[in-house]
């Protein structure tokens, strides 16, 4: 009498896992799906002219990258600015991970606009360009906050 190998048992389970794993890697590799949540601009609370904005990047699609930012007020740049060794630094780039989500805040990760005119104050209304490397350009309409009571310490390069 033979002895059973199993391959009909391992022929079965391969029908099912291995469309399932192409799903799950199409998502990975698959066109991002960008959205973004609780967008804030505050003053700073330190230097006259300048604004940090915070969001959550969330991205349910394929890896992508925000290649760059603007904004629409005349005079003022806008740049990211990304943490590297316990260290703000400007950055050309920041990827966004397929099925994760990019978290832009105070001491971390942000966007940074300089050069405010002093006709910016809180309640001041402007957009921000957000420009992704594949998800295209992302416009957010936000209002200036009024600064943080204590200003935030944190090396510079």
Known sequence: MEKSSGGPKKSVI?????PVLAILSACQSGP?????????AQLSPAIYGEAMV?????????ADVL????????GARAMLHVMKDKVMTEAGSVRIP???????????????????????AAGSAFTITLRFEKSGEKKLHLTLEKAPSAPMAMPMS
């Not at 991002?32 to 804030?40: E, N, V, W, Y």
């Not at 290649?67 to 005349?74: E, K, L, M, Y």
């Not at 397929?98 to 910016?120: C, D, L, N, T, Y």
Request: aromatic share 6%; net charge positive.
């Open 98 to 120: 397929g099925g994760k989500q990019r978290v832009f805040q105070m001491g971390g990760s942000h966007i940074m606009i300089e050069g405010m005119p002093r006709s910016m």
């Open 14 to 18: 391969a029908i099912f896992v291995f």
């Open 32 to 40: 991002p799906k960008i959205s973004i949540q609780g967008a804030r």
């Open 67 to 74: 290649n760059g930012v603007s904004v629409d007020i005349p």
């Open 54 to 62: 915070t969001m959550t990047i969330n991205n349910q699609g394929g």
